[in-house]
């Protein structure tokens, strides 16, 4: 049985006409083309689908399109704003977070999340957000370095900070 | 003409910590993977898979399939031609689609194209196969035991696939004449890579019966070559793409069945076909870390000093041959290249099994025999006095000299890099000292830069790069080199930018397109960087010398007084008098005309004249040393790693940001297989084919990791630069074994360390037994006669950096 779902989607307005049974996940790489958003087990395991609602991580593969209608959801191909990239994507970019970059957009929005949360966690903290988005290439190091990084940027104390980050 | 000069400081790119050049795309969702193809009227693949370890193929009845609504083709092997592949052409027994047999849970059997996934999922389920049981062969023991149940009827003895036995000089005599000599038994189990990534294919055979493959692919070349002979067309009709691949770690190095059938579906249904694995299906895909059981005998003279060893390993193979003798060999190859052993032994078989296959997995039949040497040499120590890390110094192999099996080893770092981390970890201070319950622990390894030879035998390249620019002042690099997140495309950049005095942001790279750029082997053995890398530096200085010669004569100087630096190319003694690099690029190609330069590489051809002497050579060797601390809880046995440093000789750090993101994934690598990651099995099953089952560490199990880069500057590597993505995994593994026995006394002589078996060794050590913990038996078998040949340790590494296509 297939039905229409009005999304809000990174600020747009979107439409779906898709079966009810049909995932976040899917219908957000299928029926809407933002393919930006990742699956690496389709059972909630893995964290690659982590997308915002209401600006609170969620996995896309357990979460149905009708739960999210008047709701905001946030994917990666959301977190650039009017041509400038979040500082938690250039950190990321500057540092060497993203390897193969599969499980990246997942853990930026983890991490954007628990920015908006927590202006300045510790490295612990960071670590205990991060623990369900598996990443298998980094080793995560540069991934808590760069929120380190984003997040001292963003508090302005970041000035410094930005100009000590690895050459664009 | 001159770019480069000797020191550090001449360099204007290398050396740098920059972003990789794709970073931008991966931090916005830019990038797109296999699955992320979506093609007009793309029809959805599936494949059906035995639910039976083994069992003959009584018949397949597609009818009910085929009648369903939205269902585009259903093949089974029977519409393929009927040729069996395999990776390396003295394994050729794989079919995509099993005709006659399956040999484990997950071998495919046919194959439904359909209007989306679920139609496709729902036709899988209204085929009809039959199947006889066959008796499963479930462990090495079991396969040797039972030669009456054949899983192939090819190998070197029934269930044996490989059996091997090599001897370089006389090890009875070398270990008759040591002071100590010690014989232990190790097990290491299989696990698998587990890429973040499911493999995905999207085929379009189209109307000009020309066929394009995207795929997820560590080797676009061999793809390229396999499916010419799998689908009977001829290669230059199959373009193979590989798309950004989102983690591979040696998974995705052979051509798959999903691969094959979306090709054959797209072929049949006239639209393209995309097939997408579930991660079920990783699982059984697999080709990851074999289990290997290991025996090894080493002699030591008083002063630590190795005299001899003989090694010997099993390998549980799996159901098919996939890369598997060269992981054999690969599992004696290197024991030799970490230390001095002036005679060795080696008798490796492999052993065909009902479970998916194992192949290369990030250090390719490496770990298994590391974790032996390593945990061994501790116990050596003990049993003589000697700190570990003397031992291990004792041990260097001399740099620039060949070793017992005819390797030729040039730089070696290791004892810089052990210095380091003894200094940086405060290993002098807490070894045998911290209290009960903390313990810290130290291993070394070794490993290619590149294998030495190719898969299939021939004398072109084993990678091409093409650099062109053009009147614009943009430069193009085309090479088949694969990204697979290590950063393959951004090194070609950076190298290319380097020679030719531009910032990488000005080189654009085509990568990993049969069509379009020249072959390259593929993204495995850790040979890219230096393979792509060295072609890509003669590609580039071939065009800086076209384009010097034009600037040169509109300046009236020399060719060889240009040198291109900081986006111009100028008179070095008189800089003033110059162009900037676009105009100098119209002033080539007025003078040459299209200005686009080839380079070539293939690696020296030193492989030992010996059966075998093929897999373990290579240009260069990498060294890392690692040190692990680690708290056991002798409540639950559970191993916390805490701190990890580790040096590691690198040649020179192209880019120390990405050589440090390739040495902490491998440690991250290396501690989940240590403590948690196993591919195991319970009644013909795997027991755990989901990420949540299969355990690997998260960021709350991911201890800090101190990297420590030791530049060696090696002659064969580009401007001096080793491998960093495989060897670093090496000794974190042992390492951690050998922080348990220094945190409460127990050897855990079994990979992965879990906490079962700690609470069974501190359970032996309450009761006064020995506090040991791993396999008490071996399996009955007789190696072949061994091959005797000569050792060649010590003697002078010869014709280092003679390689063909040179210059």
Known sequence: ?168 | VSGRGAGKERFSVVGRALPKIDAWAKVTGDTKYADDFFLPRMAYGKLLRSPLPHARIRGIDTARARALPGVYAVITGRDLPRVKFGILPVSQDEEALCVERVRMVGDAVAAVAAVDEETAERATELIEVEYEALPPLMSIEEALARPEVRIHEYGDGPNVHKAVSLEFGDVEAALAAADVVREDVFFFQGNTHLPMEQHAAVAWWGPDDKLTLWSSTQTPHYVHRLLAKILDVPQPHIRVIAAPVGGGFGGKLDPFAHEIAACQLSRLCGRPVKITLTREEVFYTHRGRHPVLMWIKTGFQRDGRITGMHFRSWLDGGAYGSYGVASTFYTGALQTVTYTVPVYKFEGARVFTNKPPCGPKRGHGTPQPRFAVECQLDKAALQLGLDPAEIRRRNLVRPFTKTANHLTVTTVGLGECIDRVVEASGWRRKRGALPRGKGIGLACSAYLTGAGTAIYWNDMPHSGVVVRADRSGGVAVLCGATDIGQGSDSVLAYLVAEVLGIEPKDVRVHAADTDLTPVDLGSYSSRVTLMAGTAAIQAAERLRGKIAEAVAKKLGVAPGEIVARDGRLFVEEDPDKGVPFAEAVVLGESMHGVLASPGSYAPPKRAGKYKGGGVGPSPCYSYSACVVEADVDEETGVVRPTQVWVAHDIGRALNPLLVEGQVEGSIYMGLGEALMEEQVFRKGVHKIPSMLEYKSPTTLETPEIHTILVETDDPEGPFGAKEAGQGPLLPVIPAVANAVYDAVGVRVDEVPITPDKVVKGLDLQRQGKPARVGPERLPVFTFPAPRMVESAFGQPAEDVAVRPFAS
Not at chain 1, 81 to 106: K, N
């Open chain 1, 1 to 168: 049985v297939k039905t229409l779902v009005t999304l809000t989607v990174n600020d747009e307005e979107r439409e779906a006409y898709v079966p009810v049974h049909k995932t976040l996940l899917e219908v957000l790489r299928e029926d809407l083309g933002l393919t930006g958003t990742k699956h690496g087990c389709e059972l909630g395991e893995c964290g690659a689908c982590t997308v915002l609602l209401d600006g609170e991580p969620v996995l896309a593969c357990l979460v149905l399109p009708i739960e999210c209608q008047g709701r905001r959801i946030t994917t990666v191909e959301g977190m650039a704003g009017g041509g400038r990239l979040h500082p938690l994507q250039t950190a990321f970019a500057e540092l060497g977070a993203a390897q193969c970059g599969y499980c990246t957009p997942g853990v930026l929005l983890t991490a954007q999340s628990l920015l908006a949360r927590s202006g300045a966690p510790t490295r612990e903290e960071i670590r205990e957000a991060l623990a369900g988005t598996l990443c298998r290439c980094t080793g995560y190091t540069k991934i808590l370095d760069a929120v380190e990084l984003a997040a001292l940027r963003m508090s302005g104390r970041g000035a410094s900070a930005a100009r000590q980050g690895a050459e664009r």
